[in-house]
């Protein structure tokens, strides 16, 4: 009895401890599983191929990992599998090469030490990295490096960084990358699942299997690092800790200290402008605040690509613009900041800019002016790069039915034969050769002549000639301006600089050329760009100019 009872228990405990032992082994074989399936690279095959031509192409030593493939992948005749047969190959048994970095684009100056070497010479597209080399991005320049696996980093203004490592995994298209960001501020896209990237800074070290992640050095303290992951996981880690940053959140890690807790990254901003088309100049981009936001990040890049950045700017305000975008197509980013320095989620708006030739600016008649004579001379300034323009004058505000619709106007004045008196409303757009620029804002004047008066020697027939005003679109209420003219398109010589409630400035007219550009000052002090440089042409020579130096010829011959 007590026998049968304790082969009873052993039983038991013997089927106990097989359940213990299946149960781990089915928790240790699914965690292999999946670390397995995290450092694995699945091969399809193709016609001609077989495990044995695997193994001699992709695995290193030899066919040492022969066998090992064959019972990895339950294969029963290795020497004939057919087309389309998946292969798993972890990534330890595949042969490791050197590999290079290509760069994709460069914006400004950027400069590279090859390794072992100590001269700096100019990165340009043909230049190959690898191992060991060092990129220095100039302020206000920055690169974008494409990876063997396709993965990209880009490098922002004032950036440093070592290649520690560059290396792929055979011919599998996957690589093995380890950045050193030793100052600046770096954006990467991992595309290729199961490709090694790290990036190292003073104060941690970030590996990523396929993510977009941003990584920054403090400018200030480079023993602080910034990590914001938009896709994907990061793991971030020094000697003091590790943790696992998701995508939407950031953390901060200072040397001597783990990684902070983890931060969710501001919201999206909501771009007001400028529309999807824009013919206007400066381009003026404009969105919601943000809650939270203490600062925003504003980057241009051409729509072409992943291209570098023509703009990336920090403003304190939800507001940028400029006037140095060539006509073109562009997609505008931008993002909020919060008071850890973390940078959010971008908002993009594609924008198609076709702004040039820019119209003229208005001399005469001036914007509601009452025109006394019996017809009004019009005239306006000479944008850069004009060779005629469109004229339109209509007795309705939106020129519909033109009294005047003329595209062959190459001069900067124009005095129509005949015009009754009333209200008109004109504009003026820019030929550039063949390519005609937007139309000006639309002006109006009110045509009143004055009766003719007895006595022809009170006219004044000077004022034209000798004075001259300008005036420009009206901006909001409360607004101001600031203009300046100058001897040079670069001004470098100002010769007046004023500041003016108005939209217009009267002078005498200068004896000889002379170029003006205007900004608006909005009711919260924001200065806009300067508009593009226009001229105001000297007056024309009187005609008695012509005769005078050959008069005392004439005198002679009499």
Request: hydrophobic share 35%.
């Amino acid at each position: 009895m007590i026998k049968n009872k304790r082969h009873h228990r052993a039983n038991y405990n013997c089927s106990l401890s097989r359940i213990t032992w299946t149960l781990l082994l089915f928790i240790l074989l699914s965690g292999g599983a999946n670390a397995a399936e995290q450092d694995e690279w699945t091969y399809s095959m193709v016609r001609g191929d077989n495990l044995w031509n695997i193994t001699e192409r992709y695995l290193d030593g030899d066919f040492r990992y022969w066998n090992s493939l064959i019972r990895l992948n339950k294969v029963t005749d290795p020497k004939h599998m057919p087309p389309g047969s998946k292969v798993r190959i972890p990534l330890r048994w595949l042969k490791i090469d050197p590999a290079t970095v290509q760069v994709l684009d460069i914006h400004g100056k950027v400069q590279y030490i090859e390794a072992q070497q100590a001269e700096a010479r100019d990165l340009t597209a043909s230049t190959h990295l690898k191992d060991g080399d060092q990129v220095m991005v100039d302020e206000g320049a920055n690169v974008v490096l494409q990876f063997v696996d396709q993965s990209r980093l880009f490098l922002g203004s004032g950036s440093r960084v070592e290649l520690d490592r560059v290396r792929k995994f055979s011919n599998s298209g996957l690589a093995d990358s380890k950045v050193d960001l030793q100052k600046g501020r770096s954006e990467s896209k991992v595309k290729t699942r199961n490709s090694r990237f790290q990036i190292k800074t003073p104060s941690a070290n970030t590996a990523v299997r396929g993510t977009d992640f941003r990584v920054t050095v403090d400018q200030e303290d480079p023993n602080l690092s910034r990590i914001e992951v938009l896709g994907g996981i990061v793991k971030t880690s020094n000697s003091d800790g590790a943790r696992d940053v998701t995508a939407g959140f950031g953390t901060t890690v200072t040397k001597g200290e783990g990684p902070g807790s983890l931060v969710r990254l501001l919201s999206t901003p909501e771009i007001l402008s400028p529309p999807n088309y824009s013919r206007k100049l400066p381009v003026d981009i404009k969105w919601q605040k943000v809650d939270g936001a203490e600062k925003y990040r504003v980057q241009i890049h051409s729509a072409e690509g992943e291209q570098t950045l023509l703009v990336d700017e920090v403003l304190s305000i939800p507001r940028f613009n400029s006037s140095a975008l060539e006509d073109g197509d562009y997609i505008i980013g931008v993002r909020a900041i919060d008071a850890n320095g973390l940078e959010g989620k971008n908002a993009e708006r594609i924008l198609k800019l076709d702004a040039r030739p820019q119209p003229p600016l208005a001399i005469s008649p001036k914007d509601g002016e009452i025109v006394r004579t019996v017809l009004p001379t019009f005239e306006w300034s000479t944008p850069t790069g004009g060779t005629g323009y469109h004229f339109q004058l209509s007795e309705y505000p939106d020129l519909s039915s033109p009294v005047i619709d003329s595209t062959e106007v190459t001069g900067t004045r124009l005095n129509p034969e005949q015009l009754s008196p009333g209200t008109y409303y004109w504009h003026l757009a820019t030929f550039a050769d063949t390519k005609k620029g937007p139309f000006s804002p639309i002006w109006n004047f009110i045509l009143r002549p004055a009766p003719k008066a007895p006595d022809l020697s009170e006219m004044s027939t000077e004022e034209n000639e000798t004075n001259i005003t300008l005036h420009w679109q009206a901006g909001t209420t409360g607004q101001q301006y600031k203009i300046q003219l100058a001897e040079d398109p670069g001004f470098q010589k100002i010769l007046q600089a004023e500041q003016l409630l108005q939209p217009e400035l009267a002078m005498e007219r200068p004896a000889n050329l002379v170029y003006f550009r205007v900004k608006v000052i909005d009711i919260d002090g924001f200065e806009g760009d300067w508009s593009p440089a226009q001229q105001i042409k000297p007056p024309p020579a009187p005609w008695y100019y012509v005769i005078m130096p050959i008069i005392p010829f004439l005198f002679l011959a009499l």
